[in-house]
């Protein structure tokens, strides 16, 4: 599967592999996260979210991990169809305050 | 399936004029937010509101107002619009979880 180290503004996997969408977060106390699809067109859409006392929630063929000692959070999507391809948004934010979201990937899958 | 709505979805209109982004929840949320996002940027939160009565102005400086009268509706006015108003503008939700839906987005252009 393809993966990125930081943050870069695009992806492009195979139809069938794994993804792997990468994003660090800046304040150490933020204590919730949360992915977004958005697809061209259409306001973002809820793909799945985690609090800082977890490392890792799945869901349908996703996973999100957070790492809080490096303040990373990732999105693996497995065995990624084109129907993926959509620009995918992470989002922090501390209790009490708004959610601050960072800049976007684009994924493409070519089949 | 997020039951968020907003009209229009596509907005021309000519400088100065004023206009009003509706947006509208049938899940009872309590809180409510507006974001503006630029093609393929990340979304910056304009106004907030957790309730009846209750506005906040967001992170991005905007001329723009809201009123929240009714817990299901939240509009977004601009009394004189400017063609650095052109963007997307996406309305959003959220109840006792933390996660927002969102709304399919209102694309205005200020010519």
């Known amino acids: 599967g393809e993966s990125v180290g930081l943050h870069l503004p695009t992806l492009s996997v195979q139809e069938g592999d794994n993804s792997i969408i990468n994003c660090a977060y800046s304040n150490s106390a933020s204590d919730y996260f949360i992915w977004y699809k958005q697809e061209s067109g259409k306001g973002p859409q809820f793909i799945i979210d985690?609090?800082?006392?977890?490392d890792k929630r799945q869901g349908q063929r996703v996973t999100v991990l957070l790492n809080k000692t490096v303040k990373h959070l990732s999105l693996q999507i497995a065995a990624t169809q084109p129907g993926d391809s959509a620009v995918y948004f992470c989002a922090e934010r501390e209790a009490g305050t708004a959610l601050i979201f960072g800049k976007g990937t684009t994924l493409s899958v070519s089949s | 399936e997020a039951d968020i709505y907003q009209t229009p979805r596509y907005l021309v209109i000519g400088t100065g004029k004023k206009i009003t982004l509706e947006c509208s929840q049938t899940m009872g949320h309590d809180k409510m937010y507006w974001y503006q996002q630029d093609p393929g940027m990340e979304l910056h939160l304009i106004h907030y509101?957790?309730?009846?009565?209750?506005?906040e102005k967001g992170d991005l400086s905007s001329e723009s107002t809201v009123s929240r009268i009714r817990t299901e509706h939240f509009p977004l006015t601009l009394e004189s619009a400017r063609p650095s108003h052109t963007s997307q503008y996406l309305c959003?939700?959220?109840?006792?979880?933390?996660?927002?839906?969102f709304g399919p987005g209102t694309r205005l252009t200020v010519l």
């Open positions: 959003a939700s959220s109840g006792y979880t933390d996660t927002q839906y």
């Open positions: 509101s957790y309730g009846v009565n209750s506005t």
């Open positions: 985690i609090r800082s006392n977890m």
